[in-house]
T-cell receptor
C-alpha cells in the first residue's frame, strides 16, 4: 500500500521562504513528484526526484531522502501568485499516487 | 493550441442519468489518464490507457467506462449517475507509461460534474 502525508495548510509572507514537507510509505517507489494547483485549475508539474538530494529549479527546489521516505518543496522569494495547493505525489509502478495537498496562503 | 483539452468544462445533471466527458491530447503522448478530485481536493487516479489499451483500473465502479478510440483520445462514460459522483474529473497524458526521469503528466482543465 501507500501513505502520503503533508500538512493541510501553511501560511507565509511575500518575499519569504517556505518549506513544505512530505513523508511517504510505499511499496515499489519510482520517484517523487511535486505539482502546483491553483484554485479551480489543473495541477501543473513542478519537479521530479528519483535520486537522493536537492534539485533546484529557479525559485523552487525539491529534496528527496529515499531511506527516510521524506521530501520537501522549498519556495524562495515568495510571490502572491504562489498561493496555491502543492501536491506531493509518489510514483509507484506505472502510476502516480497523490497526497492530499498543502494549501499555501501568502500574506502581503 | 491547448495540449490536453476536455469537454464539457461544467456538467450539471440529474441522478440516474448517463453522461460522457471527452478528452483529447495533441502532444503525441502514448499514455492517458482519468483522475477524480473530490470536494476535499483529493486527486485520485481512476484509469490509465497506453496506446488504447487499459493498463490501470483503480477499483472504479463499473458504471464508469473509459473508451479510447485512438491514442489521442480517452473519453469517460458514466452510467446511472449518483450524488457521490459529483467531483472534478481531470484527464491527463504523459509520454510513456513507465515512470522515468521527467516523465511528467500534463493535465486537462478539468470537468466539474454536479449531480443533483
Amino acid at each position: 500500500g501507500q501513505n502520503i502525508d503533508q500538512p493541510t495548510e501553511m501560511t507565509a509572507t511575500e518575499g519569504a521562504i517556505v518549506q513544505i514537507n512530505c513523508t511517504y510509505q510505499t511499496s515499489g517507489f519510482n520517484g517523487l513528484f511535486w505539482y502546483q494547483q491553483h484554485a479551480g485549475e489543473a495541477p501543473t508539474f513542478l519537479s521530479y526526484n528519483v535520486l537522493d538530494g536537492l534539485e533546484e529549479k529557479g525559485r523552487f527546489s525539491s529534496f528527496l531522502s529515499r531511506s527516510k521516505g521524506y521530501s520537501y518543496l522549498l519556495l524562495k522569494e515568495l510571490q502572491m501568485k504562489d498561493s496555491a495547493s502543492y501536491l506531493c505525489a509518489v510514483g509507484r509502478d506505472d502510476k502516480i499516487i497523490f497526497g492530499k495537498g498543502t494549501r499555501l496562503h501568502i500574506l502581503p | 493550441d491547448t495540449a490536453v483539452s476536455q469537454t464539457p468544462k461544467y456538467l450539471v445533471t440529474q441522478m440516474g442519468n448517463d453522461k460522457s466527458i471527452k478528452c483529447e491530447q495533441n502532444l503525441g503522448h502514448d499514455t492517458m489518464y482519468w483522475y477524480k478530485q473530490d470536494s476535499k481536493k483529493f486527486l485520485k487516479i481512476m484509469f490509465s490507457y497506453n496506446n488504447k489499451e487499459l493498463i490501470i483500473n483503480e477499483t472504479v465502479p463499473n458504471r464508469f467506462s473509459p473508451k479510447s478510440p485512438d491514442k489521442a483520445h480517452l473519453n469517460l462514460h458514466i452510467n446511472s449517475l449518483e450524488l457521490g459522483d459529483s467531483a472534478v474529473y481531470f484527464c491527463a497524458s504523459s509520454p510513456i507509461s513507465d515512470l522515468g526521469l521527467n516523465n511528467e503528466q500534463f493535465f486537462g482543465p478539468g470537468t466539474r460534474l454536479t449531480v443533483l
